[in-house]
């Protein structure tokens, strides 16, 4: 972190304990004065830290000054606070949500063991799996 430039400020933060992937969370960035609330990722989960840097986006054309929107940034959908006299169009200063490297695969929860499928008939068992889910 470096001045009192905030553009050039960058937060470390952590999805909070029980949280699960579509949950919201808030972050609160006490040395900013800010408070953001973000939807965990699907492929994030509560432990999981990320950083905060800054990120200019125009105003929605529909906003109201001081009214919340929502916004999606790298993928993370975020509810902002449209500032006080701001204007549709008008630039804004937040701070995105950057996750460094994606999970490609969920966190086990729990073990599991897999039948005993014929090479020839996987297509088959995925599509009962798919069928059998709730």
């Known amino acids: 972190m470096s001045g009192d430039n905030p553009a050039a400020l960058i937060y470390q933060a952590t999805i909070p304990s029980g949280i699960r992937p ?26 999981d830290s990320f950083r905060l840097v800054p990120c200019n986006i125009k105003l929605p054309p529909n906003v109201k000054a001081g009214k919340s929107f929502v916004v999606i940034v790298n993928g993370v959908q975020v509810k902002l606070k449209a500032p006080k ?16 490297q994606p999970r490609t695969q969920p966190s086990v929860t729990k073990s599991q063991t897999l039948p005993a ?13 798919k069928k059998s889910a709730p």
């Open 22 to 47: 579509g949950e919201k969370f808030k972050i609160d960035l006490k040395a900013a004065g800010l408070k953001i609330e973000c939807h965990c990722p699907a492929n994030r989960n509560a432990g």
């Open 85 to 100: 006299k701001a204007k549709p169009g008008q630039d804004m200063l937040i701070y995105a949500p950057v996750f460094e």
């Open 117 to 129: 499928v014929p090479d020839d008939k996987w297509k088959e068992y995925l599509e009962s799996l």
